[in-house]
């Protein structure tokens, strides 16, 4: 990723980080699924510079990355979020430091309630123990732990947004709104892989897929 451009979010009285965050990421992922250059796959990026921030956990700043200038600039980003333009504040597109030392991946984090999974952990330890010949009970002793693991998870940074897909076949319940967990995990080597994202713009979890962007 050479080209950057920066989307900081100015919330005030009215609107709060996390409505904006709600409000900016729904159009940044239609823009994303308009631009994709495969069924599945954007070329565009996306990383969060204050990721971790206290006050608010993803902070208040988006970045879009590119292979190319003219990939950003083809965006058209401020016609995208021309309805929050008293809400955002978008700069020019610049080139990536020559001097970076670290990489993040960005990945999506699908969180499963652990309320649900303990609902249903008796029948899995059941099913996995015949499976593989082991004991019920330590099975499911694994099973609880890593529940467990799960919930540490839930801590992770999200952004509540609603799934705006076509596919006739998922039901109103499944177009529902849902949370979107963002995972950053940092590296000092860049990706070999293509650079082809989600159309959220974030890295998927494969070694063989994961895409890492400049961390700066």
């Known amino acids: 990723m050479n080209y950057y451009l920066d989307i900081t979010l ?13 409000k900016v990421y729904q159009q940044i992922h239609l823009l994303l699924v308009e631009h994709k250059v495969s069924e599945q796959d954007s070329a565009i990026a996306v990383s969060f510079p204050l990721y971790g921030d206290k006050p608010f956990p993803l902070g208040n700043k988006l970045r879009l990355l590119a292979e190319s200038e003219q990939q950003l600039v083809d965006l058209k980003v401020e016609q995208w979020l021309s309805r929050l333009s008293d809400y955002v504040h978008i700069k020019a597109v610049k080139a990536v430091p020559s001097n970076i030392a670290e990489y993040a991946y960005f990945k999506r984090w699908r969180f499963k309630s652990p309320d649900k999974l303990r609902q249903q952990v008796d029948s899995r330890a059941q099913a996995i123990a015949a499976k593989n010949g082991f004991a019920v009970e330590e099975v499911k002793s694994r099973l609880l732990q890593s529940i467990d693991s799960f919930k540490q998870h839930s801590k992770l940074p999200f952004i509540n947004l609603r799934s705006l897909s076509t596919d006739s076949m998922l039901s109103p319940a499944e177009r529902r709104k849902f949370l979107l967990f963002i995972e950053c995990q940092k590296t000092t ?5 293509t650079p082809l994202l989600t159309c959220y713009g974030l890295s998927r979890r494969s070694e063989a897929q994961q895409v890492a962007v400049p961390w700066f």
């Open 10 to 22: 100015l919330p005030d009285a009215e609107a709060n980080l996390g409505f904006l965050w709600h």
């Open 189 to 193: 080597k860049p990706s070999d892989n």
